[in-house]
């Protein structure tokens, strides 16, 4: 229990969202031990629209890889191409099936105020006990609340435009 609590005081402590779905797939990996986890983002024009990789770690890897935010949109995968992560998407419902490779899938929504953004995917060697599931399932409402924190202190709340302090963060990143 205390290993849950430090990766959610982790997950808590940063302010940039990178690090915040970086730090999220390494405390879900620690604390799930599957065979790789992701976190993707629909990117994109309706019609048009493709997944990003936000996060992702695979095995024994150490560091996330992820897609470059300048990365040009047509060389990520169209939103088609994944229609587990479509339907997982399109559903706003955790979704968990056997892969072609023997492997357990398991999706589950990325949900905003607003809309559903993107999906966290987990690779596992046998099917994710209802207990994880559930787990999953608090530290994703956690993250999701401390997005919408962000969200505040963040924008202005009568244009909903970035406050100067994190317009200038973000251009200089």
Known sequence: MSGVVDHLAELTGFRDRDVM???????????????????????????????????????DE????????????QMLPRVDDHPRRLECLRQRTVLQVRDG??????????????????VLEVYTGSRLRESSRRMVS??????????????????????GLLNRKTFDESFLK
Not at 62 to 73: E, I, N, Q
């Open 21 to 59: 779905d970086v730090t999220l797939v390494s405390a879900l990996r620690d604390l799930l031990m599957p065979r790789s986890i992701a976190i993707y983002r629909c990117v994109g024009e309706p019609g048009e629209q493709r997944w990003l990789t936000r996060a992702r770690l695979r095995g």
């Open 62 to 73: 150490v560091v996330a890889s992820a897609d470059s935010v300048w990365v040009d949109l």
């Open 101 to 118: 490779g023997g492997a357990w899938v398991t999706l589950f929504p990325l949900v905003t105020d607003r809309e559903v953004v993107g």
């Open 138 to 159: 608090s530290v994703l409402r956690i993250y999701h609340n401390f997005q919408g924190l962000l969200d505040y202190s963040e924008r202005d709340t009568l244009t």
